[in-house]
């Protein structure tokens, strides 16, 4: 079990993250650590990963109880930096299938648009 803070927030730090956080943090979470594994296993030298999620809600008042409408998710940006001194294009290689097969990924993918941008350091 883990707790799970309030559904959204103003305050500048929460005891514990949201639901919505947490699902943002399974995702990223998932990438880094199957790519590092599928990197692993392609021979390459990762030096760092560093993964960052955005996520756009439809209409964040609707979430918050104060208007009716959509609150869906209408967008993630993911933004993936890799360190390393490995051919950039087999990186691209493993990134592209790490995200193939990445069951959160795929599901989200069929719900809302996402754009992933890859920065190779």
Not at 15 to 20: E, G, I, Q, W
Not at 67 to 88: H, M, N, P, W, Y
Request: with cysteine; charged share 25%.
């Amino acid at each position: 079990s883990f707790e799970v803070g309030q559904p959204a927030s103003f305050e500048e730090r929460d005891k514990h993250p949201s639901a919505l956080e947490y699902m943002i943090g399974a995702l990223s979470a998932s990438l880094s650590t199957a790519f590092s594994t599928e990197s692993a296993k392609a021979g390459l030298e990762i030096d760092d990963i560093e993964i960052t999620i955005r996520c756009k809600l439809e209409n964040i008042l609707v979430h918050l109880g104060l208007e009716q409408g959509e609150t869906s998710i209408s967008s993630l940006d993911i933004k993936c930096f890799i360190t390393s001194v490995d051919d950039a294009q087999k990186i691209k290689a493993v990134w592209q299938d790490t995200l193939n097969r990445s069951p959160i990924y795929s599901t989200l993918k069929k719900a809302t648009a996402i754009n992933v941008k890859l920065n190779i350091v």
